[in-house]
């Protein structure tokens, strides 16, 4: 069974920037599709990007293009997120997702392991 944490969420200023990372065990996060998704208050979750193999999958949600890159470490078995230019919109907690092999899809059906999320607040 695998396991996901996730690190490095908290608050900033509109215009900052955090870095995510979620730590993989039970699996190797270059040879199984990986993701991130978001979920605001009152909100559905929503996917904002997926990466296989160190190559992103899809097309980022727009909400984000330009301003959230993911990568991922081999060595260290982690998937991270760079998030820049931070607006009060990307408060959220932030999810880390895995499913075996080549990506199916973006939704949140579409993967079988979760972290337990990081929160992000970015404030005016």
């Known amino acids: 069974q695998a396991q996901l944490v996730e690190f490095g969420g908290g608050s900033v200023q509109a215009g900052g920037s955090l870095r995510l990372s979620c730590s993989a065990s039970g699996l190797t996060v270059t040879r199984n599709c990986m993701g991130w998704f978001r979920q605001a208050p009152g909100k559905e979750r929503e996917g904002v990007v997926r990466i296989y193999n160190g190559d992103l999958i899809g097309v980022p949600a727009d909400s984000v293009k330009g301003r959230f890159t993911a990568s991922q470490d081999n060595a260290k078995n982690t998937m991270s997120l760079q998030m820049d230019n931070l607006k009060p919109e990307d408060t959220a907690m932030y999810y880390c997702?895995?499913?075996?092999?080549?990506?199916?899809?973006?939704?949140?059906?579409?993967?079988?392991?979760w972290g337990q999320g990081t929160q992000v607040t970015v404030s005016p």
């Open positions: 997702a895995a499913v075996r092999g080549y990506c199916r899809g973006g939704l949140v059906d579409d993967f079988d392991f």
